[in-house]
Nanobody, 124 residues
Framework: QVPLVESGGRTVQVGESLRLSCAAS????????MAWFRQGAGKERAFVAS????????HYSESVKGRFTISRDNAKKTLYLQMNTLRPEDTATYYC?????????????????WGQGTQVTVSS
């Protein structure tokens, strides 16, 4: 059983909105800090947003703050990323991941497992 499965990625125009979903199967989802990362062509995987399980505190990278919103539905075991006012530089493969409990919550190396990714392309 694949623990995390992303969906919702597609090609959109500049300024449009998109919502990504991440379906989780792990039993501990409601007690997992979850995050979205993205990886553009030829770039390293970069932090986008996170949501803590303890109190739903959210954090965002500066490049998406004010445009993206991370949320979760524990009953549905689903993580979301609402993306508004999309820009060409948002083009990337988007991944969801669960915090492994050790290290910075802003670093990809602190997360496992990962989903397979969903491609978002913003066309101008």
């Amino acid at each position: 059983q694949v623990p995390l499965v992303e969906s919702g990625g597609r090609t959109v125009q500049v300024g449009e909105s998109l919502r990504l979903s991440c379906a989780a199967s792990q039993r501990t989802f409601s007690e997992d800090t979850m995050a979205w990362f993205r990886q553009g062509a030829g770039k390293e995987r970069a932090f986008v947003a996170s949501i803590y399980w303890e109190d739903n505190t959210t954090h965002y990278s500066e490049s998406v703050k004010g445009r993206f919103t991370i949320s979760r539905d524990n009953a549905k075991k689903t993580l979301y990323l609402q993306m508004n006012t999309l820009r060409p530089e948002d083009t990337a493969t988007y991944y969801c991941a669960a915090y492994a409990g050790v290290g910075s919550r802003f670093h990809a190396g602190s997360y496992s497992p990962w989903g397979q990714g969903t491609q978002v392309t913003v066309s101008s």
